[in-house]
């Protein structure tokens, strides 16, 4: 009996790798594809859910990938492609068998064509529009007309939709008649004559009221209506600030054009946390584990050197201070403690306040009481990693007036540090700059060069 690709044992909270695919399952598939076993291929692919698959494909090497594409042939799945990392998917759909490409594509909902669609080549795209059907094709070229990252490129075209006069048994009946519902929706949107969404009306009330109960009187308390240009990033933030399910998106006349479900927003949402946490360390947010070496190094390479910018100018002002150093070499050694712990504590004001900022939790009314939060963190921080660094000094050297300098140095640097991560990024979101992409180079600059300053320069006055 062939075994399910996924971990058998048993699932608990402590259990880490519940949903990693199985090692063992994944070797066996791979085999399955090295004998060019079709049917073993298939039974063994057939348990797996299509983000599962997808992560597969992710995971092994381009030719083992190419190979197993082409044997499971037809029964290659739209939804794969949907779940497929972007640095891959071009890569997959150049392999895929045109017909095998054309019925996978035809599952798809329009949203997910239009993501599909959005980084591939013109050839690639043209091929893809031609096998759709009309209607669909239309409205597939419509949503990329909207601006990328808008709400017209993230929603769906396929929409359910009721007259604001009808009754729950007139709804159902329409419901049931209907041919083109899509495979999941969650609330019928009620619309006014000239298609102006007015109210939402979810599933479950609807079937739980009886047949002469008007749809008005069922409307959800909370309804929102997207503007089809607005940002996804808006639209991901409304979704999780106020709950929704879904909502109707109209155009420039107000009318209703298409429909943005939770997936689709949560989805954005995750993109967002994951580019702000690639850019904090100075990764491009389109790296990933696919990557070739050309392409991770030339991503890398910008930040690096923007990293070893800050560090000349750290560098030019320990020069300042070289024959102080020369004349205390206690400096030399304890001159990066300073600087290191003034990076860490600005690394963590910064990581606080660009999610803050990304979640609009960090506005102008609070700005000035986090402020002053983090100055006192820094101070109270600084005192007790200065008397510890304070004792340090005085029974490795046996000096207690370079303990008094590295104390002091140290309560600066954090201070400044809590200072600097809550004003940088907030300065850099005032002027358009992205603060995840910018501050952690201009934070890491602002703790060295302070760092060093502050302890050379009173090492000078104290000691010497």
């Known amino acids: 009996m062939v075994e399910d690709a996924r971990d058998k044992a048993p699932e608990t909270d402590q259990d880490e790798d519940a949903y990693a695919l199985d090692r063992k399952a994944v070797a066996q598939i791979l085999y399955a594809v090295d004998i060019e076993d079709r049917d073993r291929l298939i039974a063994l692919m057939d348990p797996l859910h299509a983000a599962d ?34 640095s891959i998917r071009e890569e997959v759909i150049g392999i895929l068998n045109p017909e095998v490409l054309a019925d996978a594509v035809r599952e798809l909902d329009s949203d997910d064509v239009v993501d599909l669609l959005e980084d591939l080549d013109e050839p690639q795209k043209a091929a893809i529009l031609e096998v759709l059907e009309d209607s669909d094709r ?64 979810t599933l479950g009330k609807l079937m739980g009221s009886r047949r002469e109960v008007l749809l008005r009187s069922l409307i959800e308390d909370t309804f929102h209506v997207i503007p089809v240009t607005r940002d996804e990033g808006e639209v991901a933030y409304a979704f999780n600030q106020y709950h929704l399910i879904s909502a109707p998106v109209v155009d420039e006349n107000e009318r209703l054009v298409g429909v943005i479900t939770i997936d689709d927003a949560m989805a954005v949402l995750d993109d967002e946390h994951e580019e702000d946490i690639l850019r904090l360390a100075g990764v491009d947010e389109e790296s990933s584990l ?22 000349v100018l750290a560098s030019l002002v320990i020069s300042r201070f ?27 004001s910064l990581t606080v306040a660009v999610r803050a900022l990304a979640t609009k ?12 939060r983090e100055v006192l963190v820094g101070v109270i921080n600084g005192l ?39 004003v940088i990024p907030v300065m850099l979101e005032k002027v358009g700059v992205d603060p995840a992409l910018a501050s952690g180079a201009f934070v890491t600059t602002v703790t060295d060069v302070v760092g060093f300053f502050a302890f050379l320069g009173l090492a000078v006055i104290v000691l010497l």
């Open 53 to 86: 698959i997808a992560d597969l494909l992710e995971q092994i090497n381009a030719f083992d990938r190419m190979r197993l594409i082409r044997l499971y042939g037809k029964e290659f799945d739209g939804d794969i492609l949907s779940e497929l990392d972007e």
């Open 138 to 201: 239309v409205a597939v070229q419509k949503s990329l007309t909207y601006p990328e990252f808008s709400a017209g490129r993230l929603m769906q075209r396929e929409v359910v939709m009721a007259p604001e006069h009808w009754n729950v048994g007139e709804t159902i009946d329409y419901l049931r008649n209907s041919d083109d519902l899509p495979d999941q929706f969650y609330h019928v949107i009620m619309v006014d004559p000239k298609l102006r969404p007015v109210g939402n009306v």
């Open 290 to 311: 696919s990557d070739r070496v050309i392409e991770t190094t030339k991503r890398r390479f910008p930040w690096l050197a923007v990293n070893l910018v800050t560090a």
């Open 322 to 348: 070289e024959e102080a150093i020369t004349q205390v070499v206690a400096l030399a050694v304890l001159m990066p403690i300073v600087a290191s712990m003034g990076g860490n504590a600005g690394t963590q």
């Open 361 to 372: 939790d960090l506005t102008t009314s609070n700005l000035w009481r986090v402020i002053r």
């Open 384 to 422: 007790a990693f200065a008397l510890v660094m304070g004792v340090i000094g005085v029974l490795w050297f046996g000096s207690p007036a370079l303990g008094g300098v590295i104390a002091a140095a140290m309560v600066i640097n954090l201070v400044v540090a809590g200072l600097a991560g809550i």
